[in-house]
């Protein structure tokens, strides 16, 4: 079974720029999650989302949206990008919501450095 | 606000040897997770604990988890290089703006031979 799978692996954009990430969950999964990972942040999440729905939403400003397809694929977009918003975007995928399931599944994530 | 503290934060360790991290969190849940995670890599499942005492083993790590004591364990044993990797504990909660997993900080794990 393939597993978790993230497009594109790198990206590098500029101040101001706005990013599409994509994030394909394992077959059957219904539930995509998003995470931010920085050095100094460590793990914060971002949003999930299930059966096209966004079921909870991170600390994370107006900048950051998400949807999610019928397929149950998701994207992420970033809006006018900061600096700061350079980190490893990480998606996870769980069989259900994943308030209820056991474990989450995380894609190989997208490195994105903002000049 | 949850929060969820791992110590020690870095680790340096002798091939052969055992040690402990810890995984502190400061509000009630009953599922607690380990992730490894290799420099460049994504998060692997290692353990979900769901329950007061649960306890599970894989090779030459172990997890424990005591809810009473807000308390996770991952103990590693007779330790090899191959484990070097920072580990990561999760407690998982229903819903909120921190979302269904919070994680610790990460503990980096280096094995030496």
């Known amino acids: 079974k393939a597993g978790v799978t993230q497009t594109p692996r790198y990206l590098i954009k500029t101040r101001g720029q706005q990013v599409t990430l994509s994030c394909s969950p394992i077959s059957g999964h219904r539930s995509v999650s998003w995470y931010q990972q920085t050095p100094g942040q460590g793990l914060q999440f971002l949003f999930e989302?299930?059966?096209?729905?966004?079921?909870n939403k991170g600390n994370f400003p107006g900048r950051f949206s998400g949807r999610q397809f019928s397929n149950s694929r998701s994207e992420m977009n970033v809006s006018t990008l900061e600096l700061g918003d350079s980190a490893l975007y990480l998606c996870?995928?769980?069989?259900?919501?994943?308030?209820?399931?056991?474990?989450?599944?995380f894609g190989p994530g997208t490195r994105l450095t903002v000049l | 606000e949850l929060k969820v503290e791992q110590n020690p934060l870095f680790l340096s360790m002798q091939e052969g040897k055992n040690y402990t991290i810890y995984c502190n969190y400061s509000?009630?849940?009953?599922?607690l997770y380990w992730y490894r995670q290799d420099p460049g890599k994504s998060l692997e499942s290692l353990f979900v604990l769901l329950s007061n005492g649960a306890v599970k083993q894989e090779g030459r790590l172990m997890a424990s988890l005591d809810t009473k004591a807000r308390l996770s364990t991952l103990h590693i044993t007779a330790a090899v290089h191959d484990l070097s990797a920072t580990y990561f504990c999760a407690v998982g909660r229903y819903g909120g703006s921190q979302g269904n997993l919070i994680f610790g900080k990460g503990t980096k794990l280096s094995v030496k031979p």
């Open positions: 509000t009630t849940s009953d599922r």
């Open positions: 996870a995928s769980s069989l259900g919501l994943a308030t209820f399931t056991d474990t989450q599944y």
């Open positions: 989302y299930f059966s096209e729905t966004q079921r």
